[in-house]
């Protein structure tokens, strides 16, 4: 089992950066997929990015692929957000999430994080 709390969300400007992090609890870390998932107000969850166990392969959104890059720290249990060039439409609360392949269906993630709140302002 492992534990997961999010951070690194806030207020920015578009076209700013934010970085996001997520650390877990427990030394099972490393044999997790870990992936990053985002709400809307009024919208379902959906996608963002996810990385595989050894931070090799990597999957993104069609909306984030170029702006934002997944990375995974498996001596630290994190597993991080960057986000370049934001936009109004990426204002959303973020949720770390792990997993046990590397799929962009939430229904295959069974552990969560708290979220993290990010606005982006026009």
């Known amino acids: 089992q492992v534990q997961l709390v999010d951070s690194g969300g806030g207020l920015v400007q578009a076209g700013g950066s934010l970085r996001l992090s997520c650390a877990a609890s427990g030394r099972t870390f490393s044999i997790y997929t870990m992936g990053w998932f985002r709400q809307a107000p009024g919208k379902e969850r959906e996608f963002v990015a996810a990385i595989s166990r050894n931070g090799g392969s990597t999957r993104y959104a069609d909306s984030v692929k170029g702006r934002f890059t997944i990375s995974r720290d498996n001596a630290r249990n994190t597993v991080n957000l960057q986000m370049n060039g934001l936009k109004p439409e990426d204002t959303a609360v973020y949720y770390c999430?792990?997993?046990?392949?590397?799929?962009?269906?939430?229904?295959?993630?069974?552990?969560w994080g708290q979220g993290t709140r990010v606005t982006v302002s026009s």
């Open positions: 999430a792990a997993g046990s392949t590397l799929s962009t269906n939430p229904n295959f993630y069974d552990y």
